[in-house]
C-alpha cells in the first residue's frame, strides 16, 4: 500500500496561506497521480485537486480555482497544495493519496481511493 504523510496544516486567518505538503515513505512518487482531499465536519470527502504524474495537468475543484495550486517535485518524492486567500469554509481535514489517470486526465473521486492517512487539520477563522 502506499504510504503517504500529509503535514503543513494549522490555524490562520481567513486571507491567509498555508503550503500543505505530501510525502511518501517508502517509495517513489512518480509513477502515481495524486490528489488531495478534504472532509469538514458533518460533511463527505470531497476532491480538492489532482496532478498526473508528470506534473503537466492539474485539476480543482471550482471553489479553490485560482486560489490552490497543487504542484510536484519528483526528485523530493513530495507533492504540495499550496493554499491562498484562505477561506473559512477551507476548514477541514485534508488527506493526499494515489489516484487514477486515464487519458491525460486525473482523477479526484475520494471513492477510487483505497487507502488514506490521517490527514493535517486546516483551521481558518478569526
Known amino acids: 500500500q502506499l504510504q503517504l504523510v500529509e503535514s503543513g496544516g494549522g490555524l490562520v486567518q481567513p486571507g491567509g496561506s498555508l503550503r500543505l505538503s505530501c510525502a511518501a515513505s517508502?517509495?517513489?512518487?512518480?509513477?502515481?497521480?495524486i490528489g488531495w482531499f478534504r472532509q469538514a465536519p458533518g460533511k463527505e470527502r470531497e476532491g480538492v485537486s489532482c496532478i498526473t504524474r508528470t506534473g503537466g495537468i492539474t485539476n480543482y475543484v471550482e471553489s479553490v480555482k485560482g486560489r490552490f495550486t497543487i504542484s510536484r517535485d519528483n526528485a523530493k518524492n513530495t507533492v504540495y497544495l499550496q493554499m491562498n486567500s484562505l477561506k473559512p469554509e477551507d476548514t477541514a481535514v485534508y488527506y493526499c493519496a494515489a489516484v487514477p489517470q486515464v487519458l491525460s486526465m486525473c482523477l479526484m473521486r475520494p471513492s477510487s481511493v483505497t487507502s488514506w492517512g490521517q490527514g493535517t487539520q486546516v483551521t481558518v477563522s478569526s
Open positions: 517508502g517509495f517513489s512518487l512518480y509513477n502515481y497521480a
